[in-house]
């Protein structure tokens, strides 16, 4: 059984027991269960609960043959059914934690308060950007980026033309000033950008203001930190100076 296909079906979701029943599947055909726990190496019991989760997933199914039930693997193609069903879990889960957020916040209180949170590596940095396009409260977003920096110590596709990008672009009005050494612009019709020059010193970490949140990436050459300040006060204040620079370039 090649192992990388094993850990390239976990990276979608499948548990490594699932992938190897269902590798194991589809290389034999039809066959028992007894059949595919020999060929996936995995123990009997454990085949099964795999096969019941592959059924689940609409990746496995089973017939009737005299007393013997045979398992057959879909074709490979119903990955793609199983992803998009995934992905519409993900976004229904999003739109109900969004308003489990807005229920949560009209019980808090009304005094000012200030929250900071950190989030490390690109798993923050990809929460953050989940929480964004999430949030239905987000009338615009504000952000000051050093493309050039972005674009060489993060993963692409959590930066500049990836889906994310522009999901959140679909979602939300964004300003956007880049810093950075070349002319180049996105092709993102949605995004209002304007470019400057590093003349008046780098920018160092990137800045994005939407709703109460000012949020400050710092990358370095291991891994971004994400810091989150949660003030309607500084998020306001952050927009006026935004926008100061905004009308002024």
Not at 25 to 30: D, Q, R, Y
Not at 130 to 149: A, F, G, K, M, T
Not at 190 to 212: M, P, Q, T, Y
Request: charged share 30%.
């Amino acid at each position: 059984m090649d192992d990388s296909l094993v850990k390239e079906l976990i990276e979608i979701g499948l548990t490594e027991k699932e992938a190897r029943v269902y590798l194991a599947a589809l290389e034999l055909g039809s066959a028992t269960a007894q059949q595919i726990a020999a060929k996936a190496t995995v123990e009997r019991p454990s085949t099964y609960l795999a096969i019941e989760a592959l059924k689940k997933k609409g990746l496995v199914s089973d017939t009737k043959s005299g007393k013997k039930i045979i398992f057959k693997a879909g074709d490979p193609k119903l990955l793609n059914y199983y992803i998009e069903c995934e992905k519409r879990k993900v976004l229904n889960r999003g739109k109900k934690v969004s308003e489990i957020i807005k229920s949560l916040q009209t019980n808090k209180g009304s005094d000012e308060e200030v929250h900071v949170g950190m989030l490390k590596g690109y798993e923050g940095l990809s929460a953050h950007q989940d929480l964004v396009i999430y949030s239905d409260d987000i009338d615009q977003i504000c952000e000051v980026v050093n493309l050039d920096r972005s674009s060489a110590t993060i993963p692409p596709e959590l930066v500049g033309e990836s889906d994310i990008r522009r999901e959140i672009t679909a979602r939300h009005k964004v300003f956007s000033i880049k810093q950075t050494e070349t002319s180049k612009t996105t092709s993102n019709s949605l995004v209002n950008e304007k470019l400057i020059s590093k003349k008046c010193g780098e920018i160092d970490a990137s800045l994005h203001v939407h709703g109460d949140n000012s949020v400050f990436t710092v990358n370095n050459d291991k891994e971004p930190t994400v810091v989150v300040i949660e003030s309607k006060a500084i998020a306001s204040t952050l927009k006026a100076l935004f926008f100061s620079a905004w009308n002024n370039h």
